[in-house]
């Protein structure tokens, strides 16, 4: 059975520790679970805290984590999630910054 092929691995530190993490695989084929034919983790935390994280493990399907809460996530193209993401991001350390 082919394997999934990693299309992206990103891992950027910023000056005040926040780690910002993407990883995204291309499944072999898709199947009803991730019909884009996507596996995807994306994340923004700060000391071991996450801040932001939009992934689509199995048995949960696409959905993001915006500080404690989870809720369903529409995915409509790489590109897009990619932008959800880092817009989420840059809003909660601008938040984390104000505080």
Same mark, same amino acid.
């Given at each position: 059975?082919?394997?999934?092929?990693?299309?992206?691995? /990103?891992?950027?530190?910023?000056?005040?520790?926040?780690?910002?993490?993407? &990883? $995204?695989?291309?499944?072999?084929?898709?199947?009803?679970?991730?019909?884009?034919?996507?596996?995807?983790?994306? #994340?923004?935390?700060?000391?071991?805290?996450?801040? $932001?994280? #939009?992934?689509?493990?199995?048995? &949960?399907?696409?959905?993001?984590?915006? &500080?404690?809460? @989870? @809720?369903?996530?529409? !995915?409509?193209?790489?590109? /897009?999630?990619? /932008?959800? !993401?880092?817009?989420?991001?840059?809003?909660?350390?601008?938040?984390?910054?104000?505080?």
């Amino acid at each position: 059975m082919p394997k999934a092929e990693l299309l992206i691995r /990103q891992r950027d530190v910023l000056p005040d520790g926040i780690l910002i993490e993407l &990883k $995204v695989w291309q499944l072999p084929r898709p199947d009803a679970e991730r019909p884009h034919g996507l596996k995807y983790s994306l #994340y923004c935390g700060q000391n071991g805290k996450r801040l $932001v994280g #939009y992934d689509n493990e199995r048995g &949960k399907g696409d959905h993001r984590h915006i &500080k404690t809460r @989870e @809720e369903a996530y529409v !995915f409509n193209t790489l590109e /897009q999630l990619i /932008q959800d !993401f880092y817009s989420d991001a840059f809003r909660m350390i601008k938040e984390l910054n104000d505080e």
